[in-house]
T-cell receptor, first 112, second 114 residues
Framework: AQSVTQLGSHVSVSEGALVLLRCNYS??????LFWYVQYPNQGLQLLLK??????LVKGINGFEAEFKKSETSFHLTKPSAHMSDAAEYFC??????????FGQGTELSVKP | KAGVTQTPRYLIKTRGQQVTLSCSPI?????VSWYQQTPGQGLQFLFE???????NKGNFPGRFSGRQFSNSRSEMNVSTLELGDSALYLC?????????????FGPGTRLTVT
């Protein structure tokens, strides 16, 4: 069965600092992985996805993630945080029935 | 292309009542999935419809049901509402194939049960 674990329910960084949000997955088949962002009172917006091929995936708003099979990880990074990045971030894996299984989410705070 | 739309955005209902939520997917998308989001349980899958057929179902009681119309629009119904049904209900659309797994979410319907 597929599962996702996000390490750290809350991460706080200073504006301009590196953002690193951690995600580990468990999957019995080659995984399809996603990162979504949720702003207050809104739905989920797709940031980026990994299917097959290149292990470094670039997404919107300057975010990227690296798929590491040996570590079963798919961490999300951004070189320089902006105030507008403050939101909740969800890592998800698509199971063989195509439903998304989400991690518990990481709330990102950005300090001025 | 227009995104996924959900109506209504907010609802307040009383225990024991029933409620119907609506979702219009992105044009051309044939799959609609529904998720429940709560602070305690996070994001949980309810069910998925593809070409008017329920293709997948999560672990929710039978009070939760849905359907999909020929234009791919979907509705979700919850009968005999309980306080614990208070949540953000999210609809997501996708092309629905094995090679096109990304799902695009609507803004959600915030349901409050009193």
């Amino acid at each position: 069965a597929q599962s996702v674990t996000q390490l750290g329910s809350h991460v706080s960084v200073s504006e301009g600092a590196l953002v690193l949000l951690r995600c580990n997955y468990s999957s019995s088949v080659p995984p399809y992985l996603f990162w979504y962002v949720q702003y207050p009172n809104q739905g989920l917006q797709l940031l980026l996805k990994y299917t097959t091929g290149a292990t470094l995936v670039k997404g919107i708003n300057g975010f990227e993630a690296e798929f590491k099979k040996s570590e079963t990880s798919f961490h999300l990074t951004k070189p320089s945080a902006h105030m507008s990045d403050a939101a909740e971030y969800f890592c998800a894996v698509s199971d063989p029935t195509l439903k998304l299984i989400f991690g518990q989410g990481t709330e990102l705070s950005v300090k001025p | 292309k227009a995104g996924v739309t959900q109506t209504p955005r907010y609802l307040i209902k009383t225990r024991g009542q029933q409620v119907t939520l609506s979702c219009s997917p992105i044009s051309g998308h044939r799959s609609v999935s529904w998720y429940q989001q709560t602070p305690g349980q996070g994001l949980q899958f309810l069910f998925e419809y593809f070409s008017e057929t329920q293709r997948n179902k999560g672990n929710f009681p039978g009070r939760f049901s849905g359907r999909q119309f020929s234009n791919s629009r979907s509705e979700m119904n919850v009968s005999t509402l309980e306080l614990g049904d208070s949540a953000l209900y999210l609809c997501a659309s996708s092309l629905g194939g094995q090679g096109n797994r990304e799902q695009y979410f609507g803004p959600g319907t915030r349901l409050t049960v009193t």
